[in-house]
């Protein structure tokens, strides 16, 4: 079996673009979620909150030319991977164009305002906003087409757009097409664009949180307090690489991608099953050939929904019992959707990396209802350790687990 290591590793938050401006924020106990004034004129909508990327603009950064078939999160998942491949060492490096390099990319949806054009049309019967590329914008797989042509990547292309597992099921099925020997080099990740259409989703459902007035106290996962999650955006681009490959060039290791576990719940379409998440968690495990113990710490998916937060706990504790440490990177940058996945793989590496672990922001009392685990709150906690787990959970029952080694 070929190993797969990462080599190279970029994105952009509510918190920032580069981990040592996400690790001063976090470390003052700053998270990106923000009052959205400009959600005022939605009657039907109950939350004002969200977690947006700011001071982002791209306009003078490439030709017109580049981006005009770039929605908001295509343009995310582009920069993302500028950055990534910039980090790799293989910005406008000849592999790029050599058909062993490929990408795994994925979000939600395209650009919801993109919609607009298609909706006027039925409406009025004619529409004004509709040109060449708004398709190119507004369809699922419009992050992955978008990075593919912008760097010339002639390889396989996998698209995920599995709403919250977008981004890890593009990290582990980059993977496995290097591990099969169908590719040398795979960019992977997932973005999301934050638009009041996503709020509203979640809203219907009764699972935002409505704590308008107090941004800075909220989203709070595991805690028995909480009152909902908080929608983000953003994305997070890695490289993958087989592992003798990257070593022949002399690139940089960050980590060894070790498991990989998905499945589907099969049951029901927004209500998550504990046994089938703890099958994905055993999946990646197996994977990895790894016991258990040999984790050392989880990042939790960790929404701050009740039924979410409860059934994925008791997952977890069930396969490794009351010690495993656990936190939750949505306390920071809220529920980015499609982009999670990628960033939580992200800044979880750069985490063990530097063997510095942020708490869990917002968390004071622990739901009795979740499973016994030790939940990290309050300090950031400093560990050395060898692997960690990332796990997701999406709309549709589907669970992803992605492990990591240090290297």
Known sequence: MRRVVVTGMGGVTALGNDWPTIRGQMSQGRTGIRRMEAWERFEGVNTRLGAPVLDFALDERWPRKKTRTMGPVARFAVFATERALENAGLLDHPVLGSGRAGVAYGSSFGSPDSVLGFYELKMNGVSKALNATTYIQMMGHTTAVNIGLFFGLTGRVITTSSSCTS??????????????????????????????????????????????DSPHLTPQPYDRDRDGLVIGEGAATLVLEEYEHAKARGARIHAELVGFGTNSDG??????????????????LEDAALKPEAIGLVSGHGTATEGGDIAETQATAAVFGPGMPIHSLKSYFGHSLGACGSIEAWLGIEMMKEGWFCP????????????????????????????????????????????FKRI
């Open 360 to 403: 869990t922001a917002n968390l004071v009392d622990v739901d009795e209802r979740c499973g016994r685990l030790d939940y990290i709150k309050g300090s950031a906690r400093r560990m050395r350790i060898e692997h960690f787990m990332t796990n997701n959970f999406a709309f549709g029952g589907i669970n992803t687990s992605l492990i």
């Open 167 to 212: 981004g890890s099921q593009g990290i582990g099925y980059a993977a496995e097409a290097i591990r099969a020997g169908k590719a040398d080099i795979m960019v992977a990740g997932g973005a999301e664009e934050l638009d009041i259409t996503d709020a509203a989703v979640f809203d219907t459902l009764f699972a935002t949180s409505t704590r308008n």
């Open 267 to 284: 049951n029901h379409v927004t209500q998550p099953q504990p046994s089938t998440m703890e099958v994905a968690l055993r999946l990646a």
